[in-house]
Structures are given as C-alpha cells and as structure tokens.
C-alpha cells in the first residue's frame, strides 16, 4: 500500500501570494494514499529538505510528492533528498504549482483549486511509480568542436592541454575565424593576429588535435558520452601529405580576380589559393566556383607548376566517422552586409562599408597595407562617418537586440583612424554608447577627448552620394533632434552581429534548440550559460549571442572545463527514463507480438531482436529488446505498440493514465 | 471584355482640377492603345492629406465608399492615378481587410455593406502590367533626354502596404522611361518629400524641400523631371518661383506626368496631353 | 456550474513544457482552467489517453510539443503529427468533435505563444461547453 507525502512549498511570496498553500496541504490530506501532507516557506532550502527526509523516516513514505516550481529546476533536489533519506529517487514527482499556476493567474480561489489539482494529479502518479536505478554507460573521451575561431581554438587547447583528444572541424579552410581578420583589439590596441597566430600554430602542432579544415558536420548520432559523428571533408583538390605550401600554385594560378572573404572582398584572390599568409594549415584548396579547369576544363596549370605533384583534380569529399564523448558548438557569428540597408544605398555606394571592411583596411596585412584609403578610388579619407547601431536594436529591420561589440570597436576605429588620418575628422552617430567592461569606458572617452571624435547622439535617416562624396543625412537629439548633414570620404556602417544562415541547420542536426534569431539557446541563461539543454553539447562564443573575445574565451574555457569535468569519470550515470519491453512466464515470455513497429519508429536504433529459446536451443519466438544504453527515453516507441507491450520507465501508461483520471476526478 | 478583367479608374479630385493634364495625358494614352477608361461611378473625395489628420472615421469612411463603389459595379481592379489617393485608398483598404470592427463602422457610418475590390494598383504598376507590353512593336519617339525620376514620399510606401520592394530606392519609374529612350539619372531624392502637406500651411517648408529636389535633379544633369503625383508636380512646378526665390538659382527643368512622357513617346499632340496647362514651359 | 470546464494540456518536456515555465518566468497571464501533464514527447502521446480524458471529464484537450525538425527526439513530433492526422479523421468519422482538440507547436521560446493558444482554446471549449455527450456514450455519468 502507497504511503504519500505531499510537501507544499510557499517558495516565498512567489507561490505563497496568489496559492493559498496551507489549504492545498489540508486538501491534499483526504487524497487517497496520502498519508501525511504540510507546507513550508521555502522546501528547497536546508530546513525545508530536513523536514521532508523527518517525515519520511517518521510516516514510512514510499512515495513523495513536492507541490513547488517547475521540476526543469528543482527535481534532482528533491530526488536526491528522498534517496538520502531512503526513499528511491524515483518515488519522488514535483507539482509545478509556480510557473504553471501561481506565476500564470491571479491570486484567488481557482487558482488555489487548481494547484490541490495539480497536486492530486502527481498524487495519483506516484503511486505508480516504481523504484528505477540510474544507467551506466561509458565515456568516449574524445571532443569534438565545431568551428576554429578563437573559441575553437580556446576549447581545444584546454581540453588538449588536460590530455584528452579533440577533433576541432573548420569550414573554412584556415583556423582563425573573425578574430584573424581583426586589426587592432579593444581596449588595449594590442594586434589581433600577434595574439591568435601563435595559438594557431600550437592547434596544428598539439598531439593531441585532430584538426580538420575545410570540413563541415555532416550528422551527430548517440548521445552524451557516445556521439558518433561523421564529419564531410569537402575535397581540398591538393594531396595534404605531398604539398608543402610553397605557394608556386598560388602565383601561377591565372584566375587572379576573386573577390576574397578574408580581405571582406576588399581585395583579390586567386582560385587556388591560401586565404591569408599566416593560415593554419598553410596549404592551399581550389575554389572550385571559380577555377577555370573546374569550369570549362582546360587549364592545369597550378599541376604543371606543382614541385611535388600535389593536385588532386579528381579528389571526392570524403566523410570520416569519428568517436565522441562531448560536443562543443563555436561556429560564431556573421555580420550584416552593407546592401542590408535600402537607406544608406543598397550597397551600391563603393565607400559606404561595414566595420569588418574596415577592420581589413586597418589591418598592416590587408589590402591596403593599414593605410586608411577609400575602395573607391584610393585616396585618403579627410572625413569619415562611423555609424553605431547599423541595424541592431532596430525591430523594423527585425534585429531587435544589441550586438554588444559595434561601440567598442567603433570608437576603437575612430581612434586607429585618428592615429593614421591626423588632419582628418571623424564623426560617430550613436543611440547610446555602452561600454561596460573592464577599461572599456575609459577607452571610449579616450576616443573623444584625447583624439577628438566627433560623438553625435543620433540616427541617420540616408546618406548618398554627390559630386564623389557621400552625403550623411541624421539628426542631432542632443540638440532637439537638429538635422545633421555631414558631407564625407567614407563611411563605416557597424552592422548588426547576426547568426549564421546555417545556424538553424546545424541546430536541428545537434538537437539544440535556437532562438528567434537563430542564436543557439543556453540551458539556463544565468546558471548554465555554456551548457544545452541536450546533455554532453555545449556553447562557446558568439554562437549564443553576440559577444566579445574576452568573454568568448572565457566561455571557451568554460565549455572545456565542463568537458573535463564529463572526462575526469570512465562511467556516466544516465537518467533510468528508457523504454522496456514487458516479460511473462512461459509460454507466453512477453505480449510482444515481435511485429517490430517499435524498431521502424526509433530514432535511436535502441532496439533490438530477441529470440527465445528452449532448451534444445530453438528459436520459440523472436520479440523486440531495448537497448538501454542507446535508449534516451522518448516512448515514442511505447505510442506506436499494439499490443502494449513496450513501455517507458517513469512515464508509464499506468502512470499517465492515473495521472490523468486524478487529475479529471475532483469532484 | 467582362468588367472583373477590366480596370476601374478613380481619378480623384485634383485630377479633376489642378492636374486635370495628368487625367488628360492618361485618357489620350489609354485611347491611343484602345484600352476602355471606366470611371468609378458617383466616385467622391478621399480625404487625402487632410481627414487623416484630423478625423479618424471620416478618413475611413470616405475611401470605403469608393472602395464600395468599385465593387459594387463588380470590378476586381482599381486604378488609382493620383499617389495621395492612391496611399488612402490603400491603406484603408487593408484596415477595412484586416479589422472587422472598421468595416462595421464605416458600413454604419455610410448605411451601406462595404466591399473592396481585390487589387489597388498604382499608376507604374498600372503602366507595367498593362501599358508597356501593348507600347511593344509600336514605333515610339523616344524621349531622348536625360530624367530624374521623381516617385515622392506616398507612393510606394509605407512598407507593407506597398507592395514596393525597394521603398527607398524603387525603379519602376527608371525602367519605364529607360524604354522610352530616356537616361534616367541616379540622384538622392526619389523619395524625399516635397512638402504636399505643407503647401498652404507652411510655404517656406515647401521651397526649401522642393528646391533641394530640384538642385539635386538639376546638379545631375536632368533635362526633366518625371512625376506621379499631383502634390509633387504643383509644388515642383506651379512653386517654381518660390523655389528661385529661396535657393537664389534659377532652373528651367520642365516637370512631366510620366504619363505625358508615354503619350510624348507615342507622339500624342502635346495640346492633348495638357502640356501647356503647366507653369515651367516644356520645349520638346 | 457551466463556467467550470476541465483542459487537459498534454505536452512535452523539452519544448512546451520548457515554453510553458517561460510563460511563467514571464509572468504572462493566462486561464486557470488548463492543467499541464508532462510527456517526455509528443511521439510517447498514446491518443487512447485523449479518449479516456474525454470519458473521465475533460471538456477541452491540447496536444503540443516542439516545432517541425526541433524535437529533442528527432522525430517524435513528426510521428505526433502524423498520428493525429490519422485520428483526426477517424474521430470525425466516429462523430467527435475534434474541435475540441487543439494541436500546436509551441518552443521553448514561445512562453507568449502558449498563453495565447491557452485562452483561444478555453474560450473556444467554453463556447462548445462542457462535453457531456462524450461522457454519456462512454457510460460515464456526467458530474
């Protein structure tokens, strides 16, 4: 015979103001199995986890169930509590009388009704639980991390460096990421590429990276501790081992012309090329949009020239499978272009550019060898407008957050263009300037008072173009919104950090969730900022939302140390909520008819055939098994059975179906 | 052809009084190409610039009963030449579409079941879809001149009741009078506003925004500007002088419907095509 | 009382659960009238259930779990919609009214979503009334 216990928890005036609690208790009392039943100010504290473990010891609980906040927050408390005190955890259900009923309605009798409701509802659950043990399964140690910016490359290094393996996979075909592109970093100025391509090369040469370039997740099978991931090599057209990137192909290659995405287009590339002088690996691939041979057929020439006969014309993409233990995600951010703003021209004006062009221009390895010239025409910029906000915080253009990074990199740009342009004038419009972080604000008053940018609260509301200089058209608000016209060289537009277009894609591949604007969700903004709400992947940089590298790495090392942590154990503890197939006594064995729906419609391959035999080792009959360790406890298998023979631990149908009369009877 | 194929026109009233020419120009451009005009019947004032701004349900109630109107004598499409009207008929037509409480009140106010047809169109799309496929094999004098293209501020906006694409820079006008031969220039103020609804209220205002239109055209090399607006061609052209008088530079830059343009192009007797009814001479 | 009618949400953990405590977090107001029982997916939802509430009191039901190619199961909500696809019509045939039935997606974002698909369905259930009929023919006596 079930003995219940029924906790009310006050959580304070969250659930105590609107439910009046003592009653739901009192109420609770008459349910049937009910033994003993009470309320507390807060249950989750140490006092209140006493309380539950005294009675329990005092009434010989069998079953527990604590009427408090959603059980996403505090079921492994209270599971845990009741296992302490003797009880399996198991035996322990939450009542979500906070975010589903005193949070959600107004304080009154109803809402008080139907908290008793929820209560009896998990009442009449429990009574049907069963005592489950949690299930081990082993641990491949390897990590896999997506995407080779800085936090790639952070993540990596420290799960590396802990002595375990990583397979870090990169898109493109050089590690690096945004930050590589950067000039100079905020707030110390100090070079971008000084600081990254030393941590780079320390990738490339750890024993313990496995780093694929070029390559992109193809699919992530298994869960935590068991990832099988296969991972698309997309075909560099060169033989890795036998090229030793003396760059011979590159000069040759006649195809000179494309616009190339580590210069943002500023400058050109050649179809076979390395995308920048310091990549990692230092080796190049043919873009095959755009090399002629590909295209029409004739040409070769980057083989003719090849010292080692390196080209692979007839390379396939390859997919390669790889172990895994944890995942983690740092595919970054992109930003908007400057033809994403019908106002400022539909990028049709040459000298109208977004901050990264700029950041390419600044740069002693961009196009322009860190002289500030304008893609125009060449010359020198005597007036430069820089434009906080392009974009961001802007719900017209459906982009309603901040991207955190476009007031420090702007007044970061006004200053290197001060330091190069010393006659010149630059202007900044701005909503607001938000710099807050470790010298940060200090840095943003530096740019206007020690180097005398021109600061303009205010929009722009057009700018174009007239007798070869742009025309920036905005109002002053600090000045009674007063119309501002500045005529200048150039402008730089400090577009919207957005999320990937693929970031959806590789969403739904991963199983994480994303959010409007396809940033990828946390498992709890504050408490669990680098996990997932899918167990064993984790986030890392601007792929959350957009940020900045020092909080990015820190985030990167928090990923890994998450993943350390998942490593330091051989064995994971999995959450007993897997399906089973039911056993009965010969001659029957199990219901199950062995007609194997169950198997069509897993998406887990968790289950599996078992033939049952006699003693003379005949086969008497074939019925489905589920594989525990592969099972992660969806049931869909359990809705598709005939003969009701599969079910889901913890949600049975005796569970749910009890659940539901207790919660339907009230009257 | 039935009336659901065929197109109502409802010319409103400036194109009745102040620019009657740009009625004038549309009627002798749609005979020349045999295409019927039918007038919306015992049609009424809009309300345009003016009941918006100070009564709410007179600016609903009096597009509707256009609206109403139009449908009931069973047409599907509507015509609507002048880009005020075209804005409030527009618009209410959405509020009428989306908000049932809308429609029942103006269907109050007016005692009568209030209807829309499917489609509003403006006069480039009317010109696009109808128009310049018939100009197709027809021997066309082209207007060799090189053309700001002048849209004004109502008629391909505001986002999402335009089906503009390109509300800031729209190019339905450059691509008509691309293929009438002319040169339209690339300027910066297609969708500026002239100051329409300043233009009794408020004249300074009106020079000082017509005249940055105009140096802007004129700085461009423009032998003429293109318009589909009644608003924008009486400030542009009738306020010529206030113009001169507030930028101290003189411009003789004719001010064209871009009908007149169609009907110059298919070689329309100017005198047809109201050409002398306006201020700044036209010497073609 | 004929105000008083009974909506059982049956949702999964992952997406609308998750969606639902949002609704929460945010304070959104919605009807009382709607209790939520935990799935761990739509895919685990045996549709039997949905009758059996019916027959045991339930006026109104809601079935939602994750949007298209969001599952956390991969593919439990496809199996969920196709499953109600199918009794849907089955219903219809039987002469239930399946507009008592409401089935959605709602994320783990969408806390505003779920408050709104909470009110439109209580309002559309209190229209319909309490299901007596149902519970009749099932032998239940109606309370």
């Not at chain 1, 915080?393 to 420090?408: L, N, Q």
């Not at chain 1, 607001?432 to 509301?461: L, P, W």
């Not at chain 1, 940020?547 to 998450?562: F, L």
């Not at chain 3, 045996?46 to 956390?72: Q, R, T, W, Y």
């Amino acid at each position: 015979m079930a003995r219940i216990g029924v906790f009310i928890c006050h959580c304070g005036e969250n659930i105590g103001g609107t439910v009046d609690c003592n009653k739901v208790a009192k109420s609770a009392e008459s349910f049937d199995g009910v033994v003993f039943s009470t309320d507390y100010k807060y249950m989750c504290s140490d006092p209140g986890q006493t309380l539950i473990k005294q009675a329990i010891a005092e009434h010989k609980l069998t079953g527990v169930v604590v009427g408090a906040c959603s059980p996403r927050m505090h079921e492994p408390t209270f599971r845990k509590t009741c296992s302490e005190a003797g009880v399996n955890g198991y035996m322990c259900e939450m009542a979500n009388l906070r975010e589903h009923c005193s949070w959600v309605h107004e304080k009154g009798e109803a809402t008080t009704n139907k908290a008793t409701d929820l209560v009896r509802m998990l009442v009449g659950k429990v009574k049907n639980n069963k005592p489950l043990s949690p299930i081990k399964v082993p641990v491949s140690k390897t990590a896999l991390v997506i995407g080779g910016g800085i936090a790639g490359i952070q993540t990596s290094l420290d799960i590396a460096n802990a002595g375990h393996k990583v397979v870090l996979i990169e898109k493109q075909p050089s590690i690096g990421g945004h930050m590589s592109q950067l000039s100079e970093t905020f707030p110390t100025l100090d070079c971008s590429q000084c600081i990254l391509t030393p941590r780079m090369v320390e990738v490339a040469q750890h024993p313990n990276i496995e780093l694929i370039t070029y390559a992109e997740l193809e699919s992530l099978d298994g869960f935590i501790g068991n990832f099988k991931a296969r991972i698309r090599k997309k075909a560099k057209s060169i033989d890795e081992k036998l090229c030793t990137g003396c760059g011979m192909c590159t000069t040759k290659c006649p195809t000179k012309k494309i616009p190339g995405e580590f210069n943002e287009k500023l400058g050109n590339r050649t179809a076979i090329y390395v995308p920048f002088p310091q990549a990692v690996p230092n080796k190049p691939v043919i873009d095959k949009n755009n090399c002629t041979y590909y295209q029409k057929g004739k040409c070769r020439i980057c083989e003719k020239f090849c010292p080692t006969q390196a080209i692979r014309f007839d390379q396939p993409d390859e997919i390669v499978e790889r172990s895994i233990g944890a995942v983690v995600v740092a595919t970054g951010f992109e930003v908007k272009g400057t033809d994403f703003f019908p106002e400022y021209g539909y990028g049709k004006y040459a000298d109208v550019i977004t901050g990264l062009q700029f950041e390419r221009l600044a740069s002693a390895s961009g196009p322009t060898l860190g002289e500030i010239r304008r893609p125009s025409d060449g010359k020198i910029p005597e007036k430069i407008v820089f434009l906080a906000c392009a974009g961001s915080r802007d719900p017209a253009k459906g982009i309603k957050y901040c991207s955190k990074i476009c007031c420090m990199y702007t007044a970061k740009h006004a200053m290197l263009y001060k330091h190069k342009v010393h006659h010149g004038d630059a202007y900044v419009f701005y909503m607001d300037i938000r710099a807050a972080g470790k010298m940060y604000d200090e840095f943003t008053r530096r740019a206007i008072e020690e180097d005398e940018v021109k600061y303009i609260r205010g929009r722009v509301s057009r700018i174009y173009e007239k007798n070869g200089k742009l025309i920036v058209k905005g109002a002053d608000t600090l000045l009674g919104a007063m119309p501002v016209e500045v005529e200048a060289d150039m402008v730089v537009l400090a577009t919207a950090s957005v999320a990937h277009n693929d970031a959806a894609d590789l969403a739904q591949k991963l199983h994480v969730s994303y959010d409007e604007n396809n940033f990828f969700v946390e498992a709890h903004p504050k408490l669990k900022p680098v996990e997932t709400n899918t167990a064993g992947i984790f986030l890392a940089g601007a792929c959350q939302s957009p940020r900045d590298i020092p909080e990015t790495v820190a985030m990167a090392s928090g990923a890994a140390s998450k993943i350390l942590g998942l490593f330091s154990q051989n064995e994971l503890t999995r959450e007993p909520v897997v399906a089973v197939v039911n056993r009965a006594a010969p001659p029957l064995f199990s219901t199950c008819a062995g007609c194997f729906m169950c198997q069509s419609v897993c998406p887990y391959q968790a289950i599996e055939k078992e033939e049952i035999k006699n003693r003379a080792g005949e086969t008497i009959k074939t019925v489905a098994k589920v594989n525990p360790g592969l099972c992660q406890g969806c049931g869909t298998c359990v809705a598709f059975c005939r003969s009701k023979s599969i079910d889901i631990q913890g949600f049975s149908n005796e569970q749910m179906v009890e659940e539901v009369f207790a919660l339907l009877n009230n009257d | 052809m039935s009336k659901n194929m065929s197109v109502a026109v409802y010319p409103g009233c400036s194109l009745n009084g102040s620019s009657r020419e740009y009625m004038e120009s549309l009627r002798a451009v749609l005979n020349a190409l045999e295409i019927p005009v039918n007038e919306v019947d015992d049609w009424n004032c809009c309300g345009a610039s003016a009941a918006h701004n100070i009564d709410q349900d007179m600016a609903v109630a009096l597009p509707s009963r256009i609206l109403a109107q139009t449908a009931k004598d069973g047409y599907s499409n509507l015509l609507v030449p002048c880009a005020a009207c075209y804005n409030r008929l527009k618009h209410v037509q959405q509020e009428i579409k989306t908000s049932p409480e809308i429609r029942q009140k103006a269907s109050v106010l007016l005692n009568q079941e209030i209807n829309t047809p499917d489609t509003i169109v403006n006069i480039l799309e009317y010109l696009q879809s109808t128009v310049m496929p018939r100009l197709e094999g027809k021997t066309l004098k082209p207007v060799s001149k090189k053309v700001a293209c002048y849209y004004g501020c109502l008629l391909v906006r505001p986002k999402g009741i335009s089906d503009e694409k390109q509300i800031e820079d729209p190019q339905g006008m450059d691509q008509i009078m691309a293929s009438l031969g002319a040169e339209p220039v690339s300027w910066a103020f297609k969708t500026e506003c002239c100051g329409a609804g300043f233009s009794v209220s408020n004249t300074t205002t009106v020079a000082r925004l017509s005249s940055e239109i105009l140096i802007d055209a004129a700085d461009r090399g423009a032998e003429a500007i293109i318009v589909a607006c009644p608003m924008c061609h009486s400030n542009l052209d009738m306020r010529r002088r206030e113009i001169e008088k507030y930028s101290g530079r003189k411009f003789d830059i004719p001010v064209l419907y871009i009908t007149q343009a169609i009907g110059l192009a298919l070689g329309i007797p100017a005198k047809k095509l109201g050409l002398q009814r306006h201020f700044v001479p036209v010497k073609i | 009382m004929e105000n008083n009618i009974k909506v059982v949400a049956f949702v999964c953990n992952w997406c609308t659960y998750a969606g639902a405590d949002l609704t929460g977090t945010s304070r959104i107001k919605y009807s009382s009238d709607v209790k939520i029982v935990r799935f761990p997916c739509t895919g685990r939802i045996d549709f039997m259930l949905l009758m059996k509430a019916f027959a045991e009191g339930a006026d109104g039901i809601i079935v939602s779990g994750c949007h298209p190619n969001d599952c956390h199961y991969t593919s439990g909500n496809f199996h969920a919609r196709r499953r109600w696809i199918v009794f849907k019509s089955v219903l219809e045939t039987f002469g239930i009214d399946t507009r008592r039935i409401q089935f959605s997606w709602v994320s783990a974002a969408e806390g505003a979503k779920w408050a709104e698909i909470v009110n439109t369905t209580v309002e559309r259930i209190k229209e319909l009334g309490p299901y007596t009929e149902y519970r009749e023919l099932a032998g239940v006596e109606a309370p």
